[in-house]
Structure formats: C-alpha cells, structure tokens
Nanobody, 125 residues
Framework: QVQLVESGGGLVQAGGSLRLSCVASGRIFSTYTMGWFRQAPGKEREFVAAIRWSRGSTRYADSVMGRFTISRDSAKNAVYLQMNSLKPEDTAVYYC??????????????????WGQGTQVTVSS
C-alpha cells in the first residue's frame, strides 16, 4: 500500500503561482500513474493532471492546460504540480492519487486507488 502526503498549498493572489508536492512512501511500480485531482466546496472531485511514472507521459484537464505542469522525481518518489497564472476558480482542495494502469491515463477518480489527505489552495481575486 502506497501512502501519499501532499504539501505546498496556501493562499495566493490571482495571477500568482504555487508548487504542490506529493511524496509517496512505499514502492512506486513502473505501471503506476500519478494524478492530481481537486475538489471545490459543493462540487465533484475533478481531474487536473497526471503522469505515467515510467514514461513520463502526461495528460491535463483543458482548464489548466498551459498554466499547470506536472512532473516527477523518481529518486525522491515525488510528483509535483507547478501552478502558474492561478485563477480564483482554481480554489479547491488538491489531492494526489495513484492508479495501477496499463492503458491510457484515466481522468476518472474511480480509476485511482490510493489517495493523499489533500492540501488547500485558495486563490483570491
């Protein structure tokens, strides 16, 4: 069982940047996908970005394309989400998650079976 711990959230003004980190304890298999999701109050959890651990291929939600960048550091068992040009609508709790997947990167929360506790991101206007 992989345990995930997110950090890096906070309060930032619109247009600002934050970098989220997710450190995994336990073995990350090459077939894993590491994903970031977010959930705003009263809304469903939604896909943000994901990266295939072995190949480094990525996928982004349309709403963050060109503003957010996901990356990984295999030596540190960590995945990062660099968020630039933040908007008030990016305000949410951000979660890191893993999926054991041999296919395309999934954007569905149900495809991910390990979740972190989340980190709050608040963007003020």
């Amino acid at each position: 069982q992989v345990q995930l711990v997110e950090s890096g959230g906070g309060l930032v003004q619109a247009g600002g940047s934050l970098r989220l980190s997710c450190v995994a304890s336990g073995r990350i298999f090459s077939t894993y996908t590491m994903g970031w999701f977010r959930q705003a109050p009263g809304k469903e959890r939604e896909f943000v970005a994901a990266i295939r651990w072995s190949r480094g291929s990525t996928r982004y939600a349309d709403s963050v394309m060109g503003r957010f960048t996901i990356s990984r550091d295999s030596a540190k068992n960590a995945v990062y989400l660099q968020m630039n040009s933040l908007k008030p609508e990016d305000t949410a709790v951000y979660y890191c998650a893993t999926a054991f997947s041999l296919g395309d990167i999934s954007t569905m929360p149900r495809a991910y079976d390990n979740w972190g506790q989340g980190t709050q991101v608040t963007v003020s206007s």
